[in-house]
Each structure stands twice: as structure tokens, then as C-alpha cells.
């Protein structure tokens, strides 16, 4: 099984900051990786698929980066609408999730 | 646009079958484009991928829970369903149905989910 950690856990950020998240595959999933935001009793929604291709719809200020085994998700300056919960995921071999980061108001 | 709706019983009892179905609307299964997938959510957790069924019936369980799992399709209803057998308390979660980004790839990002449905196993 593949492996995803994420990290932090939790991050306390302000409107305006430029935001990192990382996530790390315990073997190399190429660029099979996605990331999703969710908000409190809501489905998941995908911000970026294949390391870096943003969802159509998706701000801008949502990006990310990576391949192998460690990838980024950065927003560049935080927006209000996007204190919420993010995973990664991968699916180079069938299906896993990271165990999320909660972005907090800091 | 393609839309997924879960429907099923709110509480099951320990150790009975738990059932769901998604109905899918906006778009036709057996049109072969995509594997269609079960995705769960306990409170406060992480995601957790269940399994994946084609329109021809054709299946992958996730091997934790492919002992319990059956995921069956109805393509005249346009609807997938999922059983899981012997359920105890860590079974009580949102569940989720939901559509890979990218057609006639069984391993894939979502881009398309219901809004999911709570199940809580309890007596």
C-alpha cells in the first residue's frame, strides 16, 4: 500500500499569507496526485489533479508542484473562503488519501 | 451536468448489512466512460477509498475492506450500489459516491461527488 502523510496537521495562517502544504508518498507516484478542499459538512471539491494542472473553475492563487514522492500544494495569498480542511491523494496505485491539514484563522 | 445522489439507511444495527445506493443523473453509466466509486468519511477523519465498479459489472475492492465489500450496478436504473456486511461502530461515516475526473481511468482524481450520507452503526 501506498502511504500518504501530510503535513502540518494544522495551520494557523492570516488573510493574505502564502500557504504551503506538503504531502509525501511512501514510494514514487510519478505525478498521480491530487488535492481537495473541504469545508465543514461538505463533499470534497478537486483543486488540482496530476501534481500541478489546476481544475477548471479553480482560483489561480491555488497551485501545485512536485512528482516522485513529496508535492506541494501552495496558495498564494490566503482568501477567507479558504480556511478549510485539504487532502492529497494518490492514484498511481489504486486509491489513498492524506490525512488532511486543517487551515485555520490564525 | 452529471449529478450524484446517495440514498440509504441513516443507522444500522451491529453486525447487519449496511446498503446504499447512488443514483446518477446528467449522464448515463452504461455509456462505458467511467469507473464509478464509494469513498467514506468517518467523523472527524480522513478519506478512505471503499472500491470501484464499471458499467459491465466489472469490480475493485480496496483490500482492507474486500473481504465485506460487494459494490453492484443497476444500468436501467442508472444507479450503483454498495453493500457492507458485518459492520461494526468503525464503520459509521459519511459515505460518498463519486465520478473520476478523466474518462476510462479506474484510478483517478474525483471531480465529481454526491453530497454524501451519514451512517452510524449503533444498537
Known amino acids: 500500500d501506498i502511504q500518504m502523510t501530510q503535513s502540518p496537521s494544522t495551520l494557523s495562517a492570516s488573510v493574505g499569507d502564502r500557504v504551503t502544504i506538503t504531502c509525501r508518498a511512501s514510494q514514487s507516484i510519478s505525478s498521480w496526485l491530487a488535492w481537495y478542499q473541504q469545508k465543514p459538512g461538505k463533499a470534497p471539491k478537486l483543486l488540482i489533479y496530476k501534481a500541478s494542472s489546476l481544475e477548471s473553475g479553480v482560483p489561480s492563487r491555488f497551485s501545485g508542484s512536485g512528482s516522485g514522492t513529496e508535492f506541494t500544494l501552495t496558495i498564494s495569498s490566503l482568501q477567507p473562503d479558504d480556511f478549510a480542511t485539504y487532502y492529497c491523494?494518490?492514484?498511481?496505485?489504486?486509491?489513498?488519501f492524506g490525512g488532511g491539514t486543517k487551515v485555520e484563522i490564525k | 451536468q452529471v449529478q450524484l445522489q446517495e440514498s440509504g439507511p441513516g443507522l444500522v444495527k451491529p453486525s447487519q448489512t449496511l446498503s446504499l445506493t447512488c443514483t446518477v443523473s446528467g449522464g448515463s453509466i452504461s455509456s462505458g466512460d467511467y469507473y464509478w466509486s464509494w469513498i467514506r468519511q468517518p467523523p472527524g477523519k480522513g478519506l478512505e477509498w471503499i472500491g470501484y465498479?464499471?458499467?459491465?459489472?466489472?469490480?475493485y475492492y480496496n483490500p482492507s475492506l474486500k473481504s465485506r465489500v460487494t459494490i453492484s450496478v443497476d444500468t436501467s436504473k442508472n444507479q450503483f450500489s454498495l453493500k457492507l456486511s458485518s459492520v461494526t461502530a468503525a464503520d459509521t461515516a459519511v459515505y460518498y459516491c463519486a465520478r473520476p475526473n478523466t474518462a476510462m481511468r479506474p484510478w483517478d482524481a474525483f471531480d465529481i461527488w454526491g453530497q454524501g450520507t451519514m451512517v452510524t452503526v449503533s444498537s
Open positions: 465498479i464499471y458499467y459491465s459489472g466489472s469490480t
Open positions: 491523494q494518490q492514484y498511481n496505485s489504486y486509491l489513498t
